[in-house]
């Protein structure tokens, strides 16, 4: 059953168009068997299948992926995902973009103990869980080179939030269902680089901002 399970991954990802190896594919099995599972008994998500799992949640990690190759980051950013949850996108997007240290940070002390869980069935390099709200992160892991925000705070928020994590340099890609607002109501950010897709014949949107006073 497990090996019909993981080639009907493989053709789930054929068909949206991302080429995973075979290990990326038998870890992201491993990690849709975990939610699944712990679905059930903590809610973690609210799809209850793995094929809506995986093309409602999923695809957004691996479309994440390709959008962060095309940013200047540095060679081995730091990086925080705020609000991680149940550990997306940041597993997934672990799984197919292993760069640098990532720290999922999770106040919620169920979803910190699932990812942890899903952590040491995935064996994930340098992928951390910090179960802590974003303005407790030891000053010794400040700042971040990039924060990821899939549905942590409305961005009026996070913004100003994020300034105090990485006061002069890094960037922060937000994932949204609505396009970039107008520059002027961002600053002292600026957009460097957008990128739209579907799913579920709904349009989902990442914004990568960075602080005006960064360096091209």
Same mark, same amino acid.
């Given at each position: *059953?497990?090996? /019909? ?10 068909? @949206? ?12 099995? !491993?990690?849709?068997?975990? $939610? ?7 809610? $973690? &998500?609210?799809?209850?299948? +793995?094929?809506? /799992? ?21 060679? !081995? %950013? =730091? ?6 949850? @149940?550990?997306?996108?940041? /597993? ?18 169920? =979803?910190?103990?699932?990812? =942890?869980?899903?952590? !040491? ?7 951390? #869980?910090?179960?802590?709200? @974003? ?27 994020? =300034? ?6 890094? /960037? &922060?890609?937000? *994932?949204?269902?609505? @396009? ?10 600026? #957009? ?14 990442? +914004? ?6 960064? %360096?091209?």
């Amino acid at each position: *059953m497990k090996q /019909i399970l993981i080639q009907e991954l493989s053709k789930e990802l054929d068909r @949206a168009g991302f080429g995973l190896d075979a290990e990326q594919i038998k870890k992201l099995y !491993s990690f849709l068997s975990l $939610l699944i599972k712990w679905n059930k008994v903590i809610n $973690l &998500v609210g799809p209850k299948d +793995w094929v809506e /799992i995986f093309r409602t949640l999923i695809v957004d990690s691996l479309y994440l992926k390709d959008f962060l190759l095309s940013l200047s980051l540095k060679n !081995s %950013p =730091r990086t925080f995902d705020l609000g991680a949850g @149940a550990g997306l996108p940041g /597993i997934p997007l672990r799984i197919v973009w292993n760069t640098g240290e990532y720290y999922l940070i999770e106040v919620r002390n169920k =979803r910190a103990v699932f990812m =942890r869980n899903a952590l !040491s069935h995935l064996s994930l390099p340098k992928t951390f #869980v910090l179960g802590m709200r @974003a303005q407790e992160v030891p000053e010794e892991l400040l700042p971040p080179d990039l924060i990821i925000s899939r549905a942590f705070m409305p961005w009026p928020k996070l913004l100003p939030l994020a =300034r105090k994590l990485m006061p002069d340099h890094g /960037i &922060v890609v937000v *994932m949204a269902n609505t @396009a970039a607002p107008e520059s002027d109501q961002l600053a002292p950010w600026q #957009v460097k680089k957008t990128f739209s897709y579907e799913v579920q014949k709904k349009k989902r949107y990442f +914004w990568a901002l960075e602080l005006n006073n960064c %360096p091209n």
